[in-house]
């Protein structure tokens, strides 16, 4: 994050007077408590100073990349997930393609009659299922399709760098976000390369 004038000037402060309180602070800025309060709540908020209650404000010594790293680690799969693209197993590969175009996805899901998770089709599974083959409608996704227990999952309090790290490994696109049912594994989100993406830009201009 991008610290104002003042914001850095309180720092310093705190770091070669700390413990010291509010009033104290605003005393050697000779600003009003209450002008510097959003300050403080910003650096508080960010991690780089601590108060405590009754003593005062430290610097906690942390640079600006160890807190984003800190902030990064706590980042959750429910929070960032976006809605799942499903077609069931006896679609055929015809309609998965186009509901891949509908959905404008590279990856769908594939459930069964209780909506749980059977399968996963990428663009080149459908791409391969296609060459050669003149009725796309005659062959159902289920026999295309990676197939349970090979599907690589997420759960929505698995942490986010976790989910990336399996698409690194797995060199895959994109998982599904499932929880577990009686009946089997809900498909409720997914992750993908561009939720990653958008993240990484989002932190860089400081909108999460
Ligand atoms: P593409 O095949 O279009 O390059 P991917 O890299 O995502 O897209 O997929 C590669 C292969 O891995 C495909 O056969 C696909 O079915 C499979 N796959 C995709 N996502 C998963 C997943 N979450 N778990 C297991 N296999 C997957």
């Not at 895959?172 to 561009?194: A, C």
């Amino acid at each position: 994050m991008e610290l104002s004038d003042r914001q850095e000037k309180i720092i310093v402060i705190v770091k070669e007077n700390g413990p010291i309180t509010g009033e104290q602070i605003a005393d050697t800025l000779s600003l009003s408590r209450a002008t510097l309060r959003p300050d403080l709540a910003i650096l508080t908020m960010a991690g780089f100073l601590e108060a405590r209650p009754r003593v005062g404000y430290f610097y906690t010594g942390k640079t600006g990349s160890e807190l984003l790293t800190e902030k990064i680690k706590k980042y959750k799969i429910k929070a960032f997930q976006s809605v799942p693209v499903v077609v069931k197993e006896h679609s055929s590969v015809y309609d998965a393609i186009s509901t891949m175009f509908l959905g404008d996805v590279g990856t769908l899901f594939v459930v069964d009659d209780n909506s749980c998770l059977t399968g996963v089709l990428s663009r080149k599974d459908l791409l391969r299922a296609s060459m050669g083959q003149k009725d796309l409608d005659a062959v159902p996704v289920h026999i295309i399709m990676t197939r349970m227990p090979n599907i690589t999952i997420c759960e929505p309090e698995d942490l986010l760098i976790d989910g990336a790290k399996k698409l690194i490994d797995k060199q895959i696109d994109g998982l599904p976000v499932v929880k577990e049912t009686k009946q089997g594994l809900q498909v409720v989100g997914r992750i993908t390369k561009t939720t990653i993406t958008k993240v990484f830009v989002e932190l860089i201009m400081d909108e999460i």
